[in-house]
């Protein structure tokens, strides 16, 4: 493998690790895909990646000699590297719009839908084992109902995934978070002036654990977890929620993988 090409460590059904994924793929840029083999192993390698002990997160992009942390320095990184097409407006008003935009996302809803689908599979074992099946590469596949185990205590202690009130939290921030998307769009298909940009990628990739559109990171033939499903069924009709399903549909193109 050519130290040339961008390489991308990322978790495969993790949304910060999608938003980077959609962006590498809009901009159609040939990359390699490392995906996490057993998740909590991946702060290990995201500090050794980045030589930075406060780094202990994916997604994590080796770009140009460089081993870039955080979905939000990873674009910055990618329209430097590959200003077409852009994700970034050209005018300076709408592009800070759409910067503050993606901070909101990024911090208002990023860990909050995380924690309540963490919370939520941890709730529907049987399931939590079939998503491991087909999103986790590597030996925790061959785990069985001890994978389940494993990823209800990982995510327990880093998401605070078993804990009600916390998820509860949650609910408030995620259901503020697509107000805001409404709020934001109204009635339109872009956030900001009259095309993509991270904005709406960032918003889009992020609310995919609610939506599960068609494209996402996981496979839409697998049911939900029921409280999740209680959560999701009154707001299908919302138009942000409608929105994140056409804007996958419209702009999630495939990426182009090398070996």
Same mark, same amino acid.
């Given at each position: 493998m050519s130290d040339s090409r961008p390489t991308l460590w990322h978790l495969t059904a993790s949304h910060y690790s999608e938003k980077v994924r959609w962006a590498l793929d809009y901009k159609q840029v040939p990359h390699v895909r490392r995906a996490a083999v057993v998740p909590g192993a991946h702060m290990v390698a995201a500090m050794w990646l980045t030589r930075d002990p406060g780094n202990f997160t994916f997604p994590v992009l080796q770009l140009d000699g460089r081993a870039i942390a955080d979905s939000t /320095? +990873? +674009? /910055? /990184?990618?329209? =430097?590297?590959? %200003? =077409? %097409?852009a994700l970034y407006p050209s005018d300076p008003e709408q592009r800070q719009r759409a910067l503050e935009l993606e901070e909101f996302f990024d911090e208002e809803l990023g860990p909050h839908i995380r924690q309540l689908a963490f919370h939520e599979l941890a709730n529907d074992p049987e399931l939590f084992e079939v998503l491991i099946q087909r999103t986790v590469p590597g030996p925790l596949t061959r785990m069985g109902s001890g994978a389940v185990s494993y990823a209800r205590t990982f995510t327990g202690l880093r998401f605070a995934a078993g804990s009600g009130e916390t998820a509860e939290r949650s609910r408030v921030a995620v259901l503020a978070a697509l107000d805001r998307l409404d709020a934001e769009l109204d009635g339109g298909e872009y956030l900001v002036g009259d095309s993509f940009s991270v904005a709406d990628l960032t918003a889009a990739a992020l609310f995919y654990p609610l939506v599960l559109p068609e494209g996402g990171p996981v496979p839409t033939d697998l049911p939900s977890p029921k409280g999740l499903e209680r959560f999701r069924a009154p707001l299908t009709e919302r138009p942000g929620y409608r929105w994140v399903q056409r804007t996958y549909e419209r702009h999630r193109l495939p990426g182009v993988l090398v070996a």
């Amino acid at each position: 493998m050519s130290d040339s090409r961008p390489t991308l460590w990322h978790l495969t059904a993790s949304h910060y690790s999608e938003k980077v994924r959609w962006a590498l793929d809009y901009k159609q840029v040939p990359h390699v895909r490392r995906a996490a083999v057993v998740p909590g192993a991946h702060m290990v390698a995201a500090m050794w990646l980045t030589r930075d002990p406060g780094n202990f997160t994916f997604p994590v992009l080796q770009l140009d000699g460089r081993a870039i942390a955080d979905s939000t /320095a +990873i +674009i /910055a /990184a990618l329209e =430097e590297r590959f %200003p =077409e %097409p852009a994700l970034y407006p050209s005018d300076p008003e709408q592009r800070q719009r759409a910067l503050e935009l993606e901070e909101f996302f990024d911090e208002e809803l990023g860990p909050h839908i995380r924690q309540l689908a963490f919370h939520e599979l941890a709730n529907d074992p049987e399931l939590f084992e079939v998503l491991i099946q087909r999103t986790v590469p590597g030996p925790l596949t061959r785990m069985g109902s001890g994978a389940v185990s494993y990823a209800r205590t990982f995510t327990g202690l880093r998401f605070a995934a078993g804990s009600g009130e916390t998820a509860e939290r949650s609910r408030v921030a995620v259901l503020a978070a697509l107000d805001r998307l409404d709020a934001e769009l109204d009635g339109g298909e872009y956030l900001v002036g009259d095309s993509f940009s991270v904005a709406d990628l960032t918003a889009a990739a992020l609310f995919y654990p609610l939506v599960l559109p068609e494209g996402g990171p996981v496979p839409t033939d697998l049911p939900s977890p029921k409280g999740l499903e209680r959560f999701r069924a009154p707001l299908t009709e919302r138009p942000g929620y409608r929105w994140v399903q056409r804007t996958y549909e419209r702009h999630r193109l495939p990426g182009v993988l090398v070996a």
